[in-house]
């Protein structure tokens, strides 16, 4: 492990107890799973710490092969070791935590500060509009990250996207494409997405967000690993283009991966990717 190894932020995957929305393009599915060891993964954590200290991450992103709110008192207690670090970053499907609203209060006293919400259908729009008040109440700042699929059921524009969040104090939008890994360990998963999917409903979205971008949008900054992010009518816009980190060229990855068995990787899909 290099010492010029750079990181834009600290991924860590919270070992999972199950997930409560079953998503039909579930990229922990196919990227396969490791077996859990909650003692190591909190044995590890200031090791982990201190190698995303050198690589000089920005912030860290508290994610799950599963639904990580749902291993609740582990997550709050990973989080509580991590405070006085960096920014804190929650990447949820949001289903348990819009019925429980009084969980973003406790994760919030354990340092959360990011409130990224992962949205792929109307409905879930209209639902999560007391979660995202609530989140604004305790001054987190909320990201929607769209899955684009046809799930969406053209009912929403990148227009109509970047409106709702403006309506609704959501400080940050990322678009989402989703793609089947190289070589994926559920061929089901792939095939839905192959099929529900396409580049070009993402592409069109992407085209829209460009020709906005032109006319009442600005570039503000540019992250280390080339993602851009704009300023849309007070709106943070970013996309991804590839969902699933695989490789790395060089010394600059997006992402440290601290997978659920404790251990450190710098890939979601390969196991020969560990550090330590």
Not at 66 to 93: A, K, R, Y
Not at 108 to 135: C, E, T, W
Not at 162 to 170: A, F, G, I, L, M
Not at 249 to 263: F, K, M, P
């Amino acid at each position: 492990m290099g010492q010029d190894l750079k990181a834009e932020n600290l991924a860590i995957s919270v070992p999972s107890v199950g997930c409560d929305k079953n998503c039909p393009y579930c990229i922990s599915r196919m990227t396969g799973y490791l077996p859990s060891d909650p003692t190591l993964v909190e044995w590890n954590l200031a090791k982990v710490l201190r190698v995303a200290e050198m690589a000089e991450v920005t912030s860290i992103l508290f994610t799950g092969k599963g639904e990580p709110v749902l291993n609740i008192q582990l997550l709050g207690s990973l989080m509580q070791q991590c405070s006085t670090w960096w920014p804190l970053e929650l990447q949820t499907n949001g289903v348990h935590l819009y019925k429980n609203l009084i969980d973003v209060d406790w994760l919030r006293s354990r340092g959360l500060n990011v409130l990224a919400l992962s949205m792929d259908n109307p409905q879930q729009f209209k639902d999560y509009v007391p979660l995202i008040d609530h989140a604004n109440k305790l001054s987190l700042v909320v990201r929607l990250t769209v899955n684009i699929t046809n799930r969406l059921e053209n009912k929403f524009t990148f227009t109509q996207l970047v409106n709702y969040c403006s309506q609704h104090r959501v400080r940050q939008l990322t678009l989402r494409k989703i793609v089947a890994p190289e070589v994926p360990f559920d061929q089901q998963t792939a095939k839905w997405i192959e099929a529900n999917a396409p580049t070009s409903l993402y592409d069109s979205m992407i085209s829209e967000a460009t020709k906005l971008i032109k006319t009442e949008g600005r570039l503000i900054r540019q992250l280390n690993n080339g993602v851009n992010i704009y300023d849309i009518n007070d709106v943070s816009f970013s996309h991804s283009d590839y969902c699933i980190q695989e490789r790395s060229l060089g010394n600059n990855v997006r992402s440290l991966v601290y997978q659920e068995d404790g251990h450190l990787y710098t890939s979601w899909s390969s196991k020969a990717s560990i550090l330590f």
